[in-house]
């Protein structure tokens, strides 16, 4: 019996090794599924390319901060926004400074009144007359059309104020337009006959101007006054040297008025030998001077 036994117990299975033996079996089955499904996944998914994952991570948000290639700093460390650089960087002329123009402006427009009222209260003769219309003329070489009105017009408005607004009018009119004449003129490069000749059309229109004007507030035509006067003179000139001549008064406004028109000449001529010395120096130079004022000045 004790054989009988000892068969039956090897021939059935111990129940303790067949519950240590099946989890490990379970487990083995379970991971190599868990990997036939992944391989299957990986099959079915396609292939993504590298150059996308690149180019996900290396374009920038919406909304993200510019970097800095965007703007280059400048010397200084920070970018460079001036319209000035700008300009420089697209090889445009840079546009001129608003305020130094203002400033310029202003100042010329202040020395012309300057020089006006000198001249007025301390004459010295026909010095300070030369250099009336030069500031005016001045400004427009250096900022252009507005800038000269505006220094014209800025000087008849200091005066009036300084000296009341006839005496601002009798500047303005003929040295702050002939300022704006001779700086428009010598911006463009006319010829010193052309910007003498009209200079002086321009001189003797003031000149009629002002005799126009004092004869108003006077209430009394000056004009005929002081015809009448060489008239009276004229006769006893002649009287004096035996000339038995009667002297017209339509000739002797026609020879006025030439003679008038000869001594405008001759002051712009002046101002234009002044303007040539000393606007060079100033850097804005005006058109050269005709060959027999350079050989007499020696100036080139």
């Not at 292939?47 to 948000?61: K, Y």
């Not at 703007?71 to 650089?85: A, L, N, V």
């Amino acid at each position: 019996m004790s054989d009988s036994f000892d068969d039956a117990q090897a021939s059935s299975p111990d129940p303790g090794k067949e519950t240590k033996n099946n989890p490990l079996k379970s487990e083995s089955e379970s991971l190599s599924g868990d990997s036939d499904s992944v391989d299957e996944a990986d099959l079915d998914a396609p292939p993504v390319d590298s150059t996308t994952q690149t180019e996900e991570f290396s374009h920038p948000r919406v909304g993200a901060m510019p970097s800095e290639t965007n703007t280059p700093p400048s010397e200084t460390g920070y970018p460079s926004s001036s319209p000035s650089e700008d300009a420089k960087e697209e090889g445009l002329p840079p546009k001129p400074k608003a305020p130094l123009a203002m400033v310029e402006t202003a100042f010329l427009a202040s020395t012309a009144s300057l020089i006006w009222l000198i001249n007025y209260y301390f004459p010295l003769g026909p010095l300070l007359r030369i250099f009336f219309p030069v500031p005016i003329a001045l400004v427009y070489l250096r900022w252009g059309n507005r800038a000269s009105w505006m220094s014209a017009l800025v000087s008849g408005l200091l005066l009036s104020v300084l000296m009341g607004p006839t005496r601002s009018i009798l500047f303005f009119i003929p040295y702050g337009l002939m300022g704006v004449q001779l700086g428009a003129l010598w911006r463009r490069r006319s010829s010193w006959l052309f910007s003498i000749f009209t200079g002086s059309l321009l001189g003797t229109l003031g000149f009629f101007f002002r005799f126009w004007l004092l004869s108003i507030l006077l209430g009394e035509d000056l004009w005929v006054y002081v015809m009448t006067q060489i008239t009276e003179l004229l006769e006893w000139g002649f009287v004096k040297l035996g000339l038995l001549v009667q002297p017209n008064l339509t000739l002797i406004q026609v020879l006025a008025v030439l003679m008038i028109l000869l001594n405008n000449v001759f002051y712009l001529f002046i101002v234009h030998l002044v303007a040539l010395l000393m606007l060079d120096r100033l850097g804005n130079p005006i058109p050269r001077p005709p060959n027999w004022v350079q050989v007499l000045l020696d100036y080139e």
